[in-house]
């Protein structure tokens, strides 16, 4: 599943990152890492962006880069 899918207050785990060069890296720096958490907080009204909850700080993505992130519903 990607994490644009994902419904506001629903939880998941990060499987991958399908995202190349300096984007992934600065993902990879604000905690968007393999097998963390993360909490869909907020979709704009138009799903862009997407306000995620990742290591107790607010992150919005952009829809296009949240396409790229490949995730699993935690229950």
Known sequence: MKLSE???????RVLSINIKGA?????????VLDGEPIIVEKVAPLGDPIDIVVKNYHLSLRKSEAEEI???VIE
């Open 6 to 12: 994902l419904k506001v207050g629903q939880k998941a």
């Open 23 to 31: 984007l992934k890296r600065r993902l990879m720096d604000m905690g």
């Open 70 to 72: 490949e995730v699993e």
